[in-house]
């Protein structure tokens, strides 16, 4: 075979892509076509389950997802827990030191305790959030009867509200708390700031006037 025609079947080769290096030059691309493929997709899953993980640690799901519905009124896992340890507080107001006579041990958790003082068993978990989950049906009947019947709160409430929030903060400062929200979540539970805080202390005075 001449060199001529040689060279002009190699042409023809490389013009029709079936010359060695041509397809050695396709099947790379290729391959790296398919890694890219692979990494991008991986990249993905993993952003996915960073995200996936930062929200589980993230107070999403306790501040915006509902946890009780009372009517077409719903309150969120941090809302219930302010309620749920406004609860507890107030019986520890009440009771002080004399509550380890009801069986209630402040240094264990309460969700390992059995209730002396419900009927239906349970633990004190269970009888402070139920006394919780009764209070916020009693508040958002009263609000809602206020706000149908042009019930709003009046300056003295806003101002005791006002100084509440203010003592909130003072309490933070002197406890070393990094902020007022951390503070307050620390009391009443994850997901608990002063958005939060003030909004059912609105709710609950306002449930005050009916």
């Given at each position: 075979?001449?060199?001529?025609?040689?060279?002009?079947?190699?042409?023809?080769?490389?013009?029709?892509?079936?010359?060695?290096?041509?397809?050695?030059?396709?099947?790379?691309?290729?391959?790296?076509?398919?890694?890219?493929?692979?990494?991008?997709?991986?990249?993905?899953?993993?952003?996915?389950?960073?995200?996936?993980?930062?929200?589980?640690?993230?107070?999403?799901?306790y501040s915006k997802t509902?946890?009780?519905?009372?009517?077409?009124?719903?309150?969120?896992?941090?809302?219930?827990?302010?309620?749920?340890?406004?609860?507890?507080?107030?019986?520890?107001?009440?009771?002080?030191?004399?509550?380890?006579?009801?069986?209630?041990?402040?240094?264990?958790?309460?969700?390992?305790?059995?209730?002396?003082?419900?009927?239906?068993?349970?633990?004190?978990?269970?009888?402070?959030?139920?006394?919780?989950?009764?209070?916020?049906?009693?508040?958002?009947?009263?609000?809602?009867?206020?706000?149908?019947?042009?019930?709003?709160?009046?300056?003295?409430?806003?101002?005791?509200?006002?100084?509440?929030?203010?003592?909130?903060?003072?309490?933070?400062?002197?406890?070393?708390?990094?902020?007022?929200?951390?503070?307050?979540?620390?009391?009443?539970?994850?997901?608990?700031?002063?958005?939060?805080?003030?909004?059912?202390?609105?709710?609950?005075?306002?449930?005050?006037?009916?």
């Amino acid at each position: 075979m001449s060199a001529s025609t040689d060279r002009k079947k190699r042409q023809e080769a490389i013009a029709n892509g079936t010359d060695k290096k041509t397809i050695a030059m396709q099947e790379e691309a290729a391959k790296k076509k398919k890694e890219n493929r692979k990494w991008t997709i991986g990249g993905i899953i993993v952003a996915l389950l960073i995200a996936a993980i930062l929200l589980a640690n993230s107070n999403f799901f306790y501040s915006k997802t509902p946890a009780v519905k009372v009517g077409s009124t719903g309150y969120s896992a941090a809302q219930m827990d302010f309620y749920y340890r406004t609860q507890y507080l107030n019986f520890m107001n009440q009771y002080g030191s004399y509550a380890s006579m009801f069986g209630l041990d402040t240094s264990k958790s309460l969700k390992d305790q059995e209730c002396t003082m419900s009927e239906d068993g349970g633990t004190w978990y269970d009888y402070f959030m139920k006394q919780a989950e009764d209070y916020v049906k009693q508040v958002t009947a009263y609000t809602k009867y206020a706000e149908e019947n042009d019930i709003e709160l009046d300056e003295d409430s806003l101002k005791m509200i006002d100084d509440q929030m203010t003592s909130f903060e003072t309490e933070a400062t002197s406890e070393g708390f990094a902020s007022v929200d951390k503070y307050l979540e620390s009391v009443y539970g994850k997901g608990c700031n002063s958005k939060i805080i003030r909004k059912e202390m609105e709710r609950v005075s306002l449930a005050s006037k009916v």
